[in-house]
């Protein structure tokens, strides 16, 4: 494996990694073309009531490289997971993973095809041990059909392997303290990172996370992130949703923005963040102030500080306004 | 009061056709409910599956006693499958109606007069169990010591359901503790997370299905050898009563079913001599020895509620699982 250098332990490297570019054919529309997709949606919608939860015409997600899926709350982004994923129908649409049609395939064979996710409301395995819960994320488990399971010579060694494996994400993931704990036992945060690991047990192609990082703690979101970015070099494809635009902005290859639905903007991190639109549906204007200059409560570092307070007063005012109007 | 004659009646129970066919069905939904979380509410129908089986495959089709227990387990995969096949998709709760609502068909079928030929309406089947005695191969003879005295007609049934319990007994311990188990377990705390690693989660609620209704029939087959199969039996307070079984010992754990099966039978013993001698003896004026005797299966709802409220791992269950009991 060429990352075996950077994923040894010890000191991380401070020279920032190389961002995967060249990611696109021609202009970094919403729906643009990918050199290499691995992921081809195409007029993907599933709405409830009359809610349009997603509705997208066409979107690709580029191979081997870290791409965050943005946009506003209730923008369609889980859902649009669970639509990939198979874990709900879509009313049209097809998509394909490698190359193959996924449209109707069973949430488990999903899976088996090489594409795992994680869920934003935490799918611990309660009264599992953190152990045992590591262990079933490993695929083609010989112990796991019901015949061979009776045998415990056709699977202990097998097992064996696949604890050692875990126990080293463990080791990752800071949790080999809690090894023989229930996973119930576990803070929120812990959860995360064990759904995390995990899904990352069954070396995924693609993996897809619904907000990794919400509820861990930023030492640990930084070495969670360069272990991210190790397995990126190691040929996975990491597909997150993410609203803090810290992630977004250090790991992200490739920004793809939702807003009601549709994909509304596309690009490198820097393009997409600084996008009029995006900032209007999502980021807002301010997002480089600091909060305590935005509410008031701490002195800005002069006038520039001063007049974005005063316009973020004026537009809420404004917006006040707008919504007592409507009544 | 005899108490001695009260406590023989309740320890000779530890080793009885009914304690074991009990404790095979609590074992089976162990499986069913301790280990994948399947609400089957159907054991009445699953043991009615392995006894009627078993009685009818005997005297309808005069099979020999070994291919009619074989028979009435091959039934009990098919009731399975018509169970699951439709309701393993949908939520929980849904088997738990489909399976009540299975199982008293089932027990209506057996009561019709429509079919009495075959399942003998409201008297049941009797009668059948010449070929299993006559397999018997014991040597005449009193076995035994204490209040455990059997005859070798007695015993028969007894040893054939020992060797049945303690396989199994076997293979539960064989699958809880293999990757089948684990799987199974994840799927008891959350399938959409299973379903996401890989795992075809009906296939492993069917198996579980499949192996838990195949070990109650077991039990319904042990309960009738000897005797008779009767419809009376098969009602859903027997269900009730399992599930108080496999509270008591411990759902998810292996041996906690077998445990709470002795107890529960040891209990119901001890009860049902004791309330009657206690109203003879003057000290429950206000009943009869007839009520007494029926207050036991009070006793039972009510234990039943203690358990679930104040003790849901069990006896035998991990009391660390408690404190994230839901
Ligand atoms: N099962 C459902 N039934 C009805 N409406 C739903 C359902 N799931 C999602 N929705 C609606 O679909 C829209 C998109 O929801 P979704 O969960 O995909 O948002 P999201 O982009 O993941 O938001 P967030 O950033 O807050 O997680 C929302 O308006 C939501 O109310
Ligand atoms: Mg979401």
């Not at chain 1, 079933?136 to 050692?164: C, N, Y």
């Not at chain 2, 107890?263 to 001698?277: C, E, G, K």
Request: glycine letters at 10%; one cysteine or more; aromatic letters at 8%.
């Amino acid at each position: 494996m060429s990352s075996d250098a950077s994923s040894q332990s010890g000191p991380p490297t401070l020279v920032p990694r190389e961002k995967t570019t060249g990611l696109h054919v021609g202009e970094a529309t919403p729906g643009c073309k990918k050199v290499d997709p691995i992921i081809v949606a195409d007029n993907v919608r599933r709405s409830f009531g009359g809610v349009h939860a997603v509705d997208v015409d066409h979107v690709e997600i580029p191979r081997g490289a870290i791409t965050a899926l943005i946009g506003p709350n209730g923008a369609g982004k889980t859902t649009f997971f669970n639509l990939l994923t198979g874990f709900d129908t879509p009313d049209e649409g097809k998509w394909s993973f490698n190359d193959r049609s996924l449209a109707g395939v069973p949430a488990f064979k999903v899976a088996r095809r090489g594409l795992v996710r994680t869920f934003q409301l935490t799918k611990a395995l309660g009264l599992l041990t953190v152990l045992e819960n590591m262990k079933l994320g490993a695929t083609e488990q010989r112990g796991e059909r019901f015949f061979t399971s009776l045998f415990p010579a056709a699977w202990r060694s097998q097992d064996k392997e696949i604890e050692e494996r875990a126990r080293e994400l463990l080791v990752r993931f800071k949790l080999d303290a809690k090894v023989d704990d229930y996973a119930a036992s576990l803070s929120g945060g812990q959860r995360k990172l064990l759904e995390m690991a995990r899904a990352l047990m069954s070396n995924p192609t693609l993996v897809m996370l619904d907000e990794p990082m919400a509820g861990v703690n930023p030492a640990l979101t930084q070495s969670l992130l360069d272990h991210i970015l190790d397995l990126k070099e190691q040929g996975m494809t990491v597909l997150f949703v993410e609203h803090d635009m810290h992630m977004v902005r250090h790991i992200a290859d490739w920004v793809v923005v939702m807003a009601e639905g549709k994909i509304v903007a596309e690009g490198d991190p820097s393009t997409v963040m600084s996008d009029p639109a995006v900032i209007d549906a999502y980021l807002g204007a301010h997002q480089d102030v600091d909060l305590g200059v935005v509410t008031g409560r701490v002195a800005g570092d002069g006038a520039d500080a001063d007049a974005s307070r005063h316009m973020i007063e004026e537009e809420s005012n404004d917006e006040l306004e707008r919504e007592e109007k409507k009544r | 009061m005899d108490w001695g004659q009260i406590f023989n009646q309740s320890a000779s129970s530890i080793i009885s056709t009914t304690t074991i066919a009990y404790a095979l069905a609590a074992l089976g939904l162990g499986v069913h409910f301790g280990q994948a979380g399947l609400l089957n509410m159907g054991v009445a129908g699953f043991m009615a599956v392995g006894a009627y089986g078993y009685a009818i495959s005997i005297l309808t089709f005069g099979f020999p006693w070994w291919l009619a227990a074989i028979v009435a387990l091959l039934a009990a995969v098919v009731f399975a499958m018509i169970l699951g096949v439709p309701t393993l998709r949908l939520r929980g709760d849904y088997l738990a109606i489909v399976t009540i609502a299975a199982a008293e068909v089932l027990r209506l079928l057996l009561l019709t007069v429509a079919f009495e030929e075959v399942t003998g309406s409201a008297d049941g089947l009797y009668g059948y169990s010449g070929d299993f005695q006559a397999a018997n191969p014991i040597p005449d003879g009193e076995y035994g010591f204490g209040p455990w005295q059997f005859n070798q007609n007695e015993l028969w049934p007894i040893v054939i359901g020992i060797v049945l319990l303690a396989l199994a007994v076997l293979l539960v311990w064989a699958m809880m503790r293999s990757p089948w188990g684990r799987v199974l377990r994840g799927i008891r705390e959350d399938e959409d997370a299973v379903r996401a690693l890989g795992k075809n989660v009906f296939a492993y609620k069917m198996q579980a299905l499949i192996i838990g209704g195949v070990i109650i029939a077991a039990g319904g087959i042990v309960y009738t050898l000897g005797s008779n199969a009767s419809p009376g039996v098969y009602v859903t307070s027997l269900t009730f009563f399992v599930y108080t079984i496999v509270l008591l010992g411990g759902a998810a754990t292996v041996f906690g079913p077998v445990l709470g099966a002795v107890i529960f039978w040891v209990l119901q013993f001890f009860l049902s001599n004791l309330m009657p001698a206690l109203v003879d003896a003057g000290v429950l004026p206000f009943m009869t020895a007839n009520q007494a005797g029926m207050v036991r299966f009070i006793l039972v709802g009510v234990g039943l509620m203690l358990l679930v409220i104040f003790m849901p791992q069990g006896i035998l269950g991990n009391k660390k699982e408690m404190t994230f009991v839901k």
